[in-house]
C-alpha cells in the first residue's frame, strides 16, 4: 500500500510539472505576441509624437533610424502631457507582461518550504514578479529544474545529489546562485539518548551486528532485523542509506523503511521520544525537532575516509553544501534575482527561529502554503539580517508591503 501510495503522490507531481511546462510555453508564446505588440506601438506611439510636435514626416522602415536623425531634443520636450502619460502607460503594461509567474520547488520539508515564504515575499513584493510553488519530493523537483519546469529552488542538497546535480550543470541547465542553510548535519544512524544512556555498549554502526543491540529495533514483520526508519523514498538521501547499510555490511542485520513523508518521518520520532521507545532513525538539522530532543548519533567512519568523500561509499555524510539553484532560462527572464539570491543567508539562527513560529502557529491556517507564507511575513518582519541581501529600491518595496500585512 505504502508503495502505491508513494508512486501515486510521485505521478501526482510529474503531471503538475506538465501542466507547468505547457503554462510556461503559452507564456513564451503570449511574450513573442507582445514583443510584435511592443514594435507596432513604438510605430503607433512615434507617430502620435511626430504629429503632435508638427508632423515630422517619419517612413515606418525605419523608425528608430529616422527618430533618432531627425527629431530634435527641443521637438520631445514640447511633446503634449496627454501624449506622455500614454506612452508611460504603454511602457508599465509591457513592463509587467515580461515578468513572468516564477515556479518555486516546494520540497517537502520544513527549512525548504519555510525559505520560500521568505523569498517568494521578496520576489513578489520587491521584485514585482508573481510566484507559485510544486510540492513534491526531491527527484522529481529537481527533474523539473532540470527541464524548466521548476525555476528556483531554495535548496540542493550535496552529496546527496552530487551525480544529478553535476550531469546538470555540465548539460548548462542549471546554475547555483547562492547559499541556502547554513550549520546543518544528517545522519542515517540516530538513536534517542534515553537509549544511548541505557546501553552505553551501543556506540557504533557494527554494533548494530549484535543482537542485545539489534534486538531493541526489531519489529514483529521484521525477521529479526533492527528498523531503520530512513530517508523518505523520493529524497536523494535515500540510495545513501541503502549505501552505507550495504557497505557497512549491515544488510542481514538492518531493514530499511520508508516513512512516506517527512511530517510522518517527525510523528515518528516525537511518538517514540513520548513513550520513551528505542528508534532508529535519519534525520537532519538544524530543526526544531533536532534541536528539542536529545539525538545522539553512532559513530561512522569520516567522511575523508570514504572515494570523492561520498557517504554512499561508508561513511558518515559531511556538512552538506546545501545550495540555491535556478534553471538557466531565469538569466534572461529575472536577472535581477540573481543578485538576490547570490546574498542570501539562511544561518541556523534564521532556520529555528522561523521553524519555531511556524511550529507553533501552522495549525491556525488552513493549508500548509497559507502557513508557511505566514512564516515568511513573521520573520521579514521581526529579524532584519534579510534587510542586507536586497538593493534600497527593493527594500523600500517589500518594508511597505509588511507595513501592510496585519
Given at each position: 500500500?505504502?508503495?502505491?501510495?508513494?508512486?501515486t503522490?510521485?505521478r501526482?507531481?510529474?503531471?503538475?510539472?506538465?501542466?507547468t511546462r505547457e503554462?510556461?510555453?503559452?507564456?513564451?508564446?503570449r511574450?513573442?505576441?507582445a514583443?510584435?505588440?511592443?514594435?507596432?506601438?513604438?510605430?503607433?506611439?512615434?507617430s502620435?509624437?511626430?504629429?503632435?510636435?508638427?508632423g515630422t514626416?517619419i517612413?515606418?522602415?525605419?523608425?528608430?533610424?529616422e527618430?533618432?536623425?531627425e527629431?530634435?531634443?527641443?521637438?520631445?520636450?514640447?511633446?503634449?502631457?496627454?501624449?506622455?502619460?500614454?506612452?508611460?502607460?504603454i511602457?508599465?503594461?509591457?513592463?509587467?507582461?515580461?515578468k513572468?509567474?516564477?515556479?518555486?520547488?516546494g520540497?517537502?520539508?520544513?527549512?525548504?518550504?519555510?525559505q520560500?515564504?521568505?523569498?517568494r515575499?521578496?520576489?513578489?513584493?520587491g521584485?514585482?514578479?508573481?510566484?507559485?510553488?510544486?510540492?513534491?519530493?526531491?527527484v522529481?523537483?529537481?527533474?523539473?529544474?532540470?527541464n524548466?519546469?521548476?525555476?528556483?529552488?531554495?535548496?540542493?542538497w550535496?552529496?546527496?545529489?552530487?551525480?544529478?546535480?553535476?550531469?546538470?550543470?555540465?548539460d548548462?541547465?542549471?546554475?547555483s546562485v547562492g547559499?541556502?542553510?547554513?550549520?546543518?548535519?544528517?545522519?542515517?544512524?540516530?538513536?534517542?539518548?534515553?537509549?544511548?544512556?541505557?546501553?552505553?555498549?551501543?556506540v557504533?554502526?557494527?554494533?548494530?551486528?549484535?543482537d542485545e543491540?539489534?534486538?531493541?529495533?526489531?519489529?514483529?514483520?521484521?525477521?529479526?532485523?533492527?528498523?531503520?526508519?530512513g530517508?523518505?523514498?523520493?529524497?536523494s538521501?535515500?540510495?545513501?542509506?541503502?549505501?552505507?547499510?550495504?557497505?557497512?555490511?549491515l544488510s542481514?542485520h538492518?531493514?530499511l523503511?520508508?516513512?512516506?513523508?517527512?511530517?510522518?518521518?517527525?510523528?515518528?520520532?516525537?511518538g517514540?521520544?513520548?513513550k520513551?521507545?528505542?528508534?532508529?532513525?535519519?534525520?537532519?538539522?538544524?530543526?526544531?525537532?533536532?534541536?528539542?530532543?536529545?539525538?545522539?548519533?553512532?559513530?561512522?567512519?569520516?567522511p575523508?575516509e570514504?572515494?570523492?568523500?561520498?557517504?554512499?561509499?561508508?561513511?558518515?555524510?559531511?556538512a552538506?553544501?546545501?545550495?540555491?539553484?535556478?534553471n538557466?532560462a531565469?538569466?534572461?527572464?529575472?536577472?535581477?534575482?540573481?543578485?538576490?539570491?547570490k546574498n542570501?543567508?539562511w544561518?541556523?539562527?534564521?532556520?529555528l527561529?522561523?521553524?519555531?513560529?511556524y511550529?507553533?502557529?501552522?495549525?491556525?491556517?488552513?493549508?500548509?502554503?497559507?502557513?508557511?507564507?505566514?512564516?515568511?511575513?513573521?520573520?521579514?518582519?521581526?529579524?532584519?539580517?534579510w534587510?542586507?541581501?536586497?538593493?534600497?529600491?527593493?527594500?523600500?518595496?517589500?518594508e511597505?508591503?509588511l507595513?501592510?500585512?496585519s
Open positions: 500500500m505504502e508503495i502505491a501510495t508513494n508512486g503522490r510521485e501526482l507531481v510529474f503531471e503538475r510539472l506538465r501542466k503554462e510556461k510555453n503559452d507564456v513564451i508564446l511574450k513573442k505576441h514583443k510584435a505588440s511592443l514594435l507596432v506601438m513604438l510605430v503607433l506611439m512615434f502620435v509624437i511626430a504629429a503632435a510636435c508638427g514626416e517612413q515606418t522602415v525605419e523608425v528608430i533610424k527618430v533618432t536623425k527629431v530634435p531634443v527641443e521637438v520631445i520636450k514640447e511633446v503634449p502631457v496627454e501624449v506622455i502619460k500614454e506612452v508611460e502607460k511602457v508599465e503594461v509591457i513592463a509587467e507582461r515580461e513572468r509567474e516564477l515556479v518555486f520547488a520540497l517537502n520539508w520544513d527549512s525548504a518550504l519555510v520560500n515564504g521568505v523569498a515575499y521578496i520576489v513578489e513584493n521584485y514585482g514578479y508573481p510566484t507559485t510553488q510544486i510540492e513534491g519530493g526531491t522529481p523537483l529537481f527533474q523539473g529544474l532540470r524548466g519546469d521548476i525555476d528556483i529552488t531554495m535548496e540542493i550535496l552529496p546527496n545529489q552530487n551525480a544529478a546535480w553535476n550531469e546538470a550543470t555540465k548548462g541547465e542549471v546554475f547559499r541556502s542553510l547554513e550549520d546543518n548535519w544528517q545522519s542515517t544512524f540516530i538513536i534517542p539518548g534515553y537509549t544511548a544512556d541505557a546501553n552505553p555498549g551501543l557504533n554502526v557494527q554494533d548494530l551486528k549484535k543491540y539489534k534486538s531493541l529495533f526489531t519489529e514483529a514483520d521484521s525477521g529479526g532485523k533492527a528498523v531503520l526508519i530517508c523518505i523514498a523520493s529524497w538521501c535515500r540510495s545513501v542509506n541503502e549505501g552505507q547499510i550495504e557497505a557497512y555490511g542481514d538492518v531493514e523503511r520508508d516513512p512516506g513523508t517527512a511530517g510522518a518521518l517527525a510523528a515518528a520520532i516525537e517514540a521520544f513520548l520513551e521507545d528505542p528508534l532508529l532513525f535519519y534525520y537532519w538539522g538544524p530543526t526544531k525537532l533536532a534541536f528539542n530532543l536529545d539525538f545522539r548519533r553512532l559513530e561512522q567512519p569520516d575523508s570514504c572515494a570523492d568523500n561520498d557517504p554512499v561509499n561508508g561513511c558518515e555524510f559531511p552538506a553544501n546545501i545550495l540555491v539553484a535556478m538557466t531565469l538569466y534572461a527572464d529575472a536577472p535581477e534575482l540573481v543578485g538576490f539570491f542570501w543567508d544561518s541556523a539562527g534564521n532556520q527561529a522561523a521553524d519555531g513560529w511550529g507553533d502557529n501552522k495549525d491556525d491556517y488552513d493549508s500548509s502554503e497559507e502557513a508557511y507564507s505566514a512564516t515568511g511575513v513573521w520573520y521579514l518582519k521581526n529579524n532584519d539580517a534587510k542586507t541581501w536586497v538593493p534600497a529600491d527593493i527594500l523600500a518595496n517589500v511597505a508591503a507595513a501592510n500585512e
